[in-house]
Nanobody, 121 residues
Framework: QVQLVESGGGLVQAGGSLRLSCAAS????????MGWYRQAPGKQRELVAG???????NYADSVKGRFTISRDNAKNTVYLQMNILKPDDTAVYYC???????????????WGQGTQVTVSS
């Protein structure tokens, strides 16, 4: 069994900052890519940022220069530092991990339960 547990969401004023964390636990052999997605009311879930096991990153154009993704491989944890937050950043943020549960399994995607981020104007 694999669990992804997010923390760090909340309510913040425009221009403020938040840091999200997501810890993966359970039966994990290795983790490939980890990422953060978000879903606003009435919209599709979208990629915010991703990071490979070697540290290569990619970002949605809307967050480039404001958000930074990082990970601690020893702790199976991924972070999202969000600065200069805007009301348009309001959404439920989901952690995703593509991982192997054993040396013989195929890699699969796992999701966290989501954490609400609300940015007031």
């Amino acid at each position: 069994q694999v669990q992804l547990v997010e923390s760090g969401g909340g309510l913040v004023q425009a221009g403020g900052s938040l840091r999200l964390s997501c810890a993966a636990s359970g039966s994990i052999f290795s983790i490939n890519r980890m990422g953060w997605y978000r879903q606003a009311p009435g919209k599709q879930r979208e990629l915010v940022a991703g990071i490979t096991s070697s540290g290569s990153t990619n970002y949605a154009d809307s967050v480039k220069g404001r958000f930074t993704i990082s990970r601690d491989n020893a702790k199976n944890t991924v972070y999202l530092q969000m600065n200069i937050l805007k009301p348009d950043d309001t959404a439920v943020y989901y952690c995703n991990a593509n991982l192997y549960r054993s040396a013989v399994d195929d890699a699969r995607n796992y999701w966290g339960q989501g954490t609400q981020v609300t940015v007031s104007s």
